[in-house]
């Protein structure tokens, strides 16, 4: 097996040293502010000229913003990396599956067979966080730290896999759908251990899960935002972990319709983006945002805390279209109906000047907004563009604590505190996203270099390739690969090595296939 100090893993030997309570104050606490779907032109700060986000530009001003961040293509293996601190590859959480019964004990996560007109056998996404992973919440909280993850969670549909078993003392979710119950109160979750009731044909089945109805019309974004301060406020004399995912904007949209008919009236100069539904719910998670910083500040917290504003996946350009399929559910016909009345034909969002959005592998579906702000230790209104990812979230948060990382995680990512403290730069010299799903492949980052290995359902044992150079072609539209064959070569050396050492489930040849059914379709 090949070593590389460097480039990927990195595996502290030495425990974690717990907080002694009356150590030293202020205390430094970590509040991480989780998007989903959110796009990397998805706000005012970023350069959209539709969505109105004054908090975010506000929020600028006091941190360090990267250029450059990413996440994988779709959430539950972001949401693992930031977990674990480890490559999807590793974890096995590959595809947005969170909210899927487990495989089968003993079941292979690589099929034996395909329908004879598919070359390759794709592997399985894992549906679950693996019990045997010692998560972020689990050590912080283990170093003394109050713990609380509220919102989203798509880790893993039974209560096993829930957040209280993964290190968190407060948890406020729902399962098992990748979006919220309801947008709107009464959000139609049971307790764990509740019976299902019957339903009609058509409707949703309740979730399972923490959250409790508020006010008949409650808004979640709202809620969530109540519950972190909340948290923040009963756990303001001692350290804490505050793991706030919001629901928003992912699907089913739910919106605030007085937000909804401004934006209706409101056309985008740069002629990119224009749904008002979007811009609707970006301005309540912009506003969630501001209540969570005003509340640091009223409590006496902001100096003390690490505060990372991040997304899960590029942004959704996908969606409501119409040539999607058509869905039986009642709910979801009146959700298409308020889509149709308010945006019409549009996708949820435009992520121009990047190519795609998310499930792509390319810069649209990775390429995230990352923000990140510690008064007194990250130089204010700051940019970097430092290639960074989930899996630095564990390693820099511990680096930022003073705690030391455990010995028994495998931590594939690298502290980024010295580039928020601007004393030092990154020791890899690559970055990797292995998505074998949708767009499936595996991309590697390095420099401005950017090569996309694909899994082509044409040929077998033959990899399609796109190499750009993103410093002069952000939206991947000039494929060097045939003029750069020594570029190829070096990278997909990289790739190689990156597969070997992460325990990459590669595709294989499907026994089954037949070309000529292939060519027939």
Same mark, same amino acid.
């Given at each position: 097996? @090949?070593?590389?100090?460097?480039?990927?893993?990195?595996?502290?030997?030495?425990?974690?040293? =717990?907080?002694?309570?009356?150590?030293?104050?202020?205390?430094?606490?970590?509040? #991480?502010? #989780?998007?989903?779907?959110?796009?990397? &032109?998805?706000?005012?700060?970023?350069?959209?000229?539709?969505?109105?986000?004054?908090?975010?530009?506000?929020?600028?001003?006091?941190?360090?913003?990267?250029?450059?961040?990413? %996440?994988?293509?779709?959430?539950?293996?972001?949401? %693992?990396?930031?977990?674990?601190?480890?490559?999807?590859?590793?974890?096995?959480?590959?595809?947005?599956?969170?909210?899927?019964?487990?495989? =089968?004990?003993?079941?292979?996560? #690589?099929?034996?067979?395909?329908? %004879?007109?598919?070359?390759?056998?794709?592997?399985?996404?894992?549906?679950?966080?693996?019990?045997?992973?010692?998560?972020?919440?689990?050590?912080?909280?283990?170093?003394?730290?109050?713990?609380?993850?509220?919102?989203?969670?798509?880790?893993?549909?039974?209560?096993?896999?829930?957040?209280?078993?993964?290190?968190?003392?407060?948890?406020?979710?729902?399962?098992?759908?990748?979006?919220?119950?309801?947008?709107?109160?009464?959000?139609?979750?049971?307790?764990?251990?509740?019976?299902?009731?019957?339903?009609?044909?058509?409707? +949703?089945?309740?979730?399972?899960?923490?959250?409790?109805?508020?006010?008949?019309?409650?808004?979640?974004?709202?809620?969530?935002?109540?519950?972190?301060?909340?948290?923040?406020?009963?756990?303001?004399?001692? =350290?804490?972990?505050?793991?706030?995912?919001?629901?928003?904007? @992912?699907?089913?949209?739910?919106?605030?319709?007085?937000?909804?008919?401004?934006?209706?009236?409101?056309?985008?100069?740069?002629?990119?983006? *224009?749904?008002?539904?979007?811009?609707?719910?970006?301005?309540?998670?912009?506003?969630?945002?501001?209540?969570?910083?005003?509340? #640091?500040?009223?409590?006496?917290? %902001?100096?003390?805390?690490?505060?990372?504003?991040?997304?899960?996946?590029?942004?959704?350009?996908?969606?409501?279209?119409?040539?999607?399929?058509?869905?039986? +559910?009642?709910? $979801?016909?009146?959700?298409?109906?308020?889509?149709?009345?308010?945006?019409?034909?549009?996708?949820?969002?435009?992520?121009?000047?990047?190519?795609?959005?998310? *499930?792509?592998?390319?810069?649209?579906?990775?390429?995230?907004?990352? &923000?990140?702000?510690?008064?007194? @230790?990250?130089?204010?209104?700051?940019?970097?563009?430092?290639?960074?990812?989930?899996?630095?979230?564990?390693?820099?948060?511990? $680096?930022?604590?003073?705690?030391?990382?455990?010995?028994?995680?495998?931590?594939?990512?690298?502290?980024?505190?010295?580039?928020?403290?601007?004393?030092?730069?990154?020791?890899?010299?690559?970055?990797?996203?292995?998505?074998?799903?949708?767009?499936?492949?595996?991309?590697?980052?390095?420099?401005?270099?950017?090569?996309?290995?694909?899994? =082509?359902?044409?040929?077998?044992?033959?990899?399609?390739?796109?190499?750009?150079?993103?410093?002069? $072609?952000?939206?991947?539209?000039?494929?060097?690969?045939?003029?750069?064959?020594?570029?190829?070569?070096?990278?997909?050396?990289?790739?190689?090595?990156?597969?070997?050492?992460?325990?990459?489930?590669?595709?294989?040849?499907?026994?089954?296939?037949?070309?000529?059914?292939?060519?027939?379709?």
């Amino acid at each position: 097996m @090949h070593r590389f100090p460097g480039l990927f893993c990195f595996i502290v030997v030495m425990n974690i040293a =717990p907080l002694a309570v009356g150590a030293e104050k202020p205390y430094q606490n970590v509040v #991480l502010f #989780l998007v989903d779907d959110m796009g990397w &032109m998805d706000s005012s700060e970023y350069g959209s000229t539709y969505y109105e986000t004054p908090h975010m530009e506000q929020l600028a001003t006091q941190s360090m913003k990267f250029t450059d961040a990413y %996440a994988l293509p779709l959430c539950s293996p972001t949401r %693992a990396s930031i977990l674990t601190g480890q490559y999807s590859s590793r974890h096995g959480i590959t595809s947005a599956t969170g909210h899927r019964p487990p495989l =089968p004990k003993g079941a292979s996560y #690589l099929p034996e067979t395909a329908p %004879a007109n598919q070359p390759l056998l794709m592997p399985i996404s894992k549906n679950y966080l693996d019990p045997e992973q010692y998560t972020l919440a689990e050590a912080l909280r283990d170093a003394g730290y109050a713990t609380a993850h509220i919102g989203k969670w798509h880790l893993g549909l039974k209560e096993q896999n829930w957040p209280e078993q993964n290190g968190f003392d407060v948890a406020f979710h729902a399962e098992p759908s990748p979006g919220p119950p309801q947008y709107f109160s009464p959000y139609g979750t049971l307790p764990p251990g509740s019976k299902m009731p019957k339903r009609k044909k058509g409707e +949703r089945a309740p979730t399972l899960g923490t959250i409790t109805d508020g006010p008949d019309g409650e808004y979640i974004t709202d809620r969530v935002t109540d519950e972190a301060i909340a948290f923040m406020k009963e756990h303001r004399d001692e =350290p804490f972990f505050l793991n706030l995912w919001h629901f928003a904007v @992912h699907g089913p949209w739910g919106h605030k319709e007085e937000y909804t008919a401004k934006f209706a009236e409101k056309t985008d100069p740069s002629g990119q983006q *224009g749904n008002p539904i979007m811009a609707s719910m970006l301005q309540s998670v912009d506003e969630s945002l501001g209540r969570i910083l005003a509340s #640091l500040d009223e409590l006496g917290l %902001a100096d003390n805390t690490l505060f990372i504003f991040y997304s899960d996946n590029g942004g959704n350009n996908h969606s409501n279209t119409p040539n999607e399929g058509k869905s039986s +559910r009642k709910e $979801d016909s009146e959700q298409m109906k308020d889509w149709r009345k308010w945006a019409g034909n549009l996708p949820p969002t435009n992520n121009a000047p990047l190519r795609e959005g998310k *499930g792509r592998i390319w810069e649209g579906g990775q390429r995230v907004p990352l &923000m990140v702000r510690w008064p007194g @230790h990250i130089k204010p209104h700051t940019t970097s563009d430092a290639v960074v990812g989930p899996i630095d979230l564990y390693p820099t948060i511990f $680096d930022a604590l003073n705690l030391e990382l455990p010995s028994k995680q495998i931590i594939d990512g690298e502290s980024i505190l010295p580039v928020l403290e601007q004393t030092g730069e990154l020791k890899r010299n690559a970055y990797f996203t292995w998505f074998p799903h949708l767009t499936p492949g595996v991309s590697v980052r390095q420099g401005p270099w950017k090569l996309i290995r694909h899994f =082509p359902f044409r040929r077998v044992n033959q990899y399609d390739v796109e190499l750009f150079n993103l410093s002069d $072609d952000i939206g991947e539209t000039n494929n060097l690969a045939e003029a750069m064959p020594e570029k190829v070569r070096e990278l997909n050396t990289l790739i190689d090595q990156f597969v070997e050492e992460t325990g990459a489930l590669y595709p294989q040849p499907n026994p089954n296939y037949q070309a000529r059914v292939r060519q027939k379709q």
